[in-house]
């Protein structure tokens, strides 16, 4: 049997003012509260001027009564990207979905803000991310010579190669470059592009530096490239 629990009572008064009736709430209860959760996030690396996936808030009504709700905004390079709402029901939750889309490089952080001025209880979430451009995902990814770790990039002698790609993709994109010297532009190699775990075989390069460069790093978390002769 569920334990004896105190109500008491408040009046609501119709917005016409036409009538007052009584409504029971458990006693010592907020009539209005929300619950925003979790109470922060981490987007991780992000390559500037891209838009990550979404991540996902639950704001959920705790109270006793309808909450309504004024304003949800994220602050930041963060975007609150729906749904758009005007109340919470009783102990409904609604998903709120962020996105980062990094502006600046390095460390950002920010805030999503839920505005309902007459609820108590959690309406702030913390947000964070890093900006980074291609080249800073390289050492993310990288390049073994042999099965040697090389670091983004290694010289290499004249000869035909294997290049093997694996890890998960997720969406990235992976392109074999080479340049005579650290001073000449980077070369794409042409047909040696990756968008799966593949191995290409027959692979000539003259003498100078090579490396993978995520060209489009999608959401990859790790990818490893390993040059063989």
Same mark, same amino acid.
């Not at 609501?12 to 509260?33: C, H, L, N, W």
């Not at 996030?41 to 705790?62: A, C, H, Q, W, Y």
């Not at 800073?136 to 190669?161: E, F, H, R």
């Not at 290049?163 to 000449?184: H, I, K, M, N, Y």
């Given at each position: 049997m569920q334990p004896y629990l105190p109500r008491e009572h408040f009046k609501v008064t119709d917005d016409d003012?036409?009538?007052?009736?009584?409504?029971?709430?458990?006693?010592?209860?907020?009539?209005?509260?929300? !619950? $925003? &959760?979790? @109470?922060g996030k981490d987007f991780g690396n992000m390559v500037l001027g891209r838009v990550s996936p979404?991540?996902?808030?639950?704001?959920?009504?705790?109270?006793?009564?309808q909450v309504l709700i004024q304003e949800i905004v994220a602050v930041g390079d963060f975007a609150f990207t729906g749904p758009e709402?005007?109340?919470?029901?009783?102990?409904?939750?609604?998903s709120l979905s962020v996105c980062y889309t990094p502006a600046v490089k390095g460390l950002v952080t920010g805030g999503l803000y839920v505005t309902a001025p007459n609820a108590l209880g959690s309406k702030f979430? !913390? $947000? &964070?991310? @890093?900006?980074?451009?291609?080249?800073?995902?390289?050492?993310?990814?990288?390049l073994l010579s042999n099965g040697k770790v090389t670091g983004p990039a290694i010289a290499i002698a004249?000869?035909?190669?294997?290049?093997?790609?694996?890890?998960?993709?997720?969406?990235?994109?992976?392109?074999?470059?080479?340049?005579?010297?650290?001073?000449?532009p980077w070369?794409?190699?042409?047909?040696?592009?990756?968008?799966?775990a593949n191995t290409i075989y027959g692979i000539p390069?003259?003498?100078?530096q090579t490396r993978i460069l995520i060209i489009d790093p999608g959401f990859s978390t790790s990818l490893t490239a390993t040059l063989m002769w």
């Amino acid at each position: 049997m569920q334990p004896y629990l105190p109500r008491e009572h408040f009046k609501v008064t119709d917005d016409d003012f036409s009538s007052v009736r009584i409504r029971d709430m458990p006693y010592g209860k907020q009539r209005e509260a929300l !619950s $925003l &959760t979790p @109470s922060g996030k981490d987007f991780g690396n992000m390559v500037l001027g891209r838009v990550s996936p979404p991540e996902t808030f639950l704001l959920t009504n705790i109270g006793y009564d309808q909450v309504l709700i004024q304003e949800i905004v994220a602050v930041g390079d963060f975007a609150f990207t729906g749904p758009e709402i005007n109340h919470v029901n009783i102990g409904e939750t609604v998903s709120l979905s962020v996105c980062y889309t990094p502006a600046v490089k390095g460390l950002v952080t920010g805030g999503l803000y839920v505005t309902a001025p007459n609820a108590l209880g959690s309406k702030f979430a !913390s $947000l &964070t991310g @890093s900006g980074v451009t291609i080249e800073d995902l390289l050492m993310q990814y990288p390049l073994l010579s042999n099965g040697k770790v090389t670091g983004p990039a290694i010289a290499i002698a004249n000869g035909v190669y294997s290049c093997a790609v694996s890890g998960t993709f997720d969406g990235a994109t992976a392109q074999l470059e080479w340049r005579p010297d650290a001073a000449t532009p980077w070369i794409s190699i042409p047909n040696i592009r990756y968008t799966e775990a593949n191995t290409i075989y027959g692979i000539p390069l003259n003498i100078g530096q090579t490396r993978i460069l995520i060209i489009d790093p999608g959401f990859s978390t790790s990818l490893t490239a390993t040059l063989m002769w």
